[in-house]
């Protein structure tokens, strides 16, 4: 037998396995592309990358741990009740359908305040921990020791010293291990934290099933949601390591909602570490239970495989009459999502979409462009705004629904990520947002179809490459 038969055998006897395995649990859509990669990979690359990238480890685990339900659901007998006026025909549809999509209740007697770059929400943040008397729970993609990052640790140390029990929770990819990683200052003071599906192998991390969702909750009195991170690039700083500075929207929060944030930092700190807790239940009065503003928490991650945001997103575009407004800084929608934001400009919806001059990844920068001549060409409006990066997520839709949170408009957000965004039915919220999205769209530019039909063959080459990761991007 030649070594070339024996290579081949061993090949087909690691591949065959792989393949059986995608075909049972890839859906119709990736399941092609693994399977080619995999049998034509050499070297079992293919098989490797799978191993990596591929494969869901959540989804069984994090089911173990969702066993009790919502302590807080309140009696909805109406099912017009996030509309203080008479619904319009389609405010009902799409209400209908988001309860249908997600079931978790919209809650009134909300007070939801938006909170633009870090010289708003770090200083409210700050102040919400110095207040804290019973809890602090806190959860964030990345939080790093520098500047900005030390005066959140000394303000946990001193609710700490105070008595308040502390929960902090950081995802092991996006916050790192290096001598910037905060969990020896938190340990030494005896503060619990914890770390996202820890990495067994550090030289070989998994990138995919990160957890993306950044919330903090004092007390069950005040929360904050958004898109925030804590480190130096989102504050004003003198390091001279600084990275370029960051644009991003936030969230204070109060209100029932609250018990839906609480609900999903518990369920991930069980997750993480096996332990329960109990964060205090949102305080609250019922005669205000049906007064605006409506809202609800919609958690998403590779453990529901429904994909809220994304049906919420097309549902959304779906039943949308006059306007859809979005400001993303990764701007990579799948087919699907491309496909409903055309029809919705077709139908006469006026939808516009503002992302980066530039991102922090240049490979996303050439997948955007590569992607926006088809959106264009069907009258969907797309601006490129100017310095700092704006990292901000928001999606508006006929001046009266709103989703923010942590989730953008790219197939790991959508798919690969544990991601927690906010959804509210309230025009007074919309009309501030709005503003802000116009306030954005005045200090952008729109980016012209035959600047990009006008490229040279080279850059189009190369934005289309690009455009081949857009599922891993």
């Not at 700083?237 to 991003?248: F, N, T």
């Not at 369920?267 to 049906?290: M, N, Y």
């Not at 264009?376 to 949170?405: A, C, Q």
């Not at 954005?440 to 080459?461: E, H, I, P, R, Y």
Request: hydrophobic share 45%; charged share 20%; aromatic share 8%.
């Amino acid at each position: 037998m030649s070594l070339l038969t024996i290579f081949v055998l061993l090949h087909l006897a690691v591949a065959l396995p792989v393949c059986v395995h995608i075909l049972l649990t890839k859906t119709e859509a990736s399941a092609p592309a693994w399977i080619a990669l995999v049998l034509i990979s050499p070297l079992f690359i293919g098989a490797l990358l799978y191993w990596i990238l591929g494969i869901n480890r959540v989804e069984r685990r994090a089911r173990r741990f969702r066993g009790r339900r919502p302590r807080y659901v309140p009696q909805i007998r109406d099912p017009l009740l996030p509309f203080a006026d008479r619904p319009t025909h389609q405010q009902r549809q799409l209400f209908q359908y988001e309860t249908a999509v997600h079931d978790a209740p919209f809650l009134g007697a909300n007070s939801i305040t938006p909170l633009v770059g870090a010289e708003q929400v770090f200083p409210d943040m700050l102040a919400a921990i110095s207040a804290a008397r019973n809890t602090i729970a806190l959860s964030v993609y990345i939080f790093q020791m520098d500047e900005v990052g030390c005066r959140f640790v000394d303000a946990i140390k001193q609710a700490h010293a105070r008595g308040v029990k502390v929960y902090v929770l950081l995802d092991e990819v996006g916050s790192g291990s290096g001598k910037l990683a905060p969990d020896k200052e938190f340990t030494k003071d005896g503060i619990p934290i914890a770390r996202f599906i820890p990495q067994k192998l550090k030289f070989l991390p998994i990138v995919n099933l990160r957890n993306h969702r950044k919330i903090m909750i004092i007390d069950g009195a005040v929360g904050h949601i958004g898109g925030m991170n804590i480190c130096l690039n989102y504050g004003r700083g003198e390091s001279r390591r600084r990275r370029e500075a960051v644009r991003d929207l936030h969230f204070r929060v109060t209100g029932p909602v609250l018990e839906q944030m609480s609900t999903i930092f518990e369920e991930d700190w069980k997750f993480a570490t096996g332990q329960s807790i109990a964060l205090p239940p949102c305080a609250r009065d019922p005669a205000q239970v049906h007064q605006p503003q409506y809202a609800r928490i919609v958690p998403d991650g590779p453990d529901n495989p429904f994909q809220r945001t994304f049906w919420i997103m097309l549902g959304a575009l779906a039943l949308s009459q006059k306007s859809v407004h979005i400001l993303t800084p990764y701007f990579l929608p799948n087919p699907v999502l491309t496909a409903a934001l055309s029809i919705a400009a077709l139908r006469g919806v006026d939808v516009r979409v503002i992302v980066p001059g530039e991102t922090d990844i240049r490979l996303v920068d050439w997948a955007m462009d590569a992607k926006f001549s088809e959106l264009l060409e069907n009258g969907v409006r797309i601006y490129k705004g100017g310095k700092p990066f704006d990292h901000s997520k928001l999606m508006i839709v006929d001046d009266t629904w709103v989703l923010v949170g942590s989730s953008n408009w790219d197939q790991r957000s959508l798919r690969l990520n544990f991601e927690a965004n906010l959804e509210c039915y309230d025009a007074g919220l919309a009309a501030t947002l709005e503003s802000h999205f116009q306030n954005m769209q005045a200090q952008s530019k729109a980016v012209s179809l035959k600047a990009l039909q006008d490229l040279n063959w080279q850059t189009k080459l190369r934005n289309n490459i690009a455009r081949l990761f857009v599922p891993y991007l």
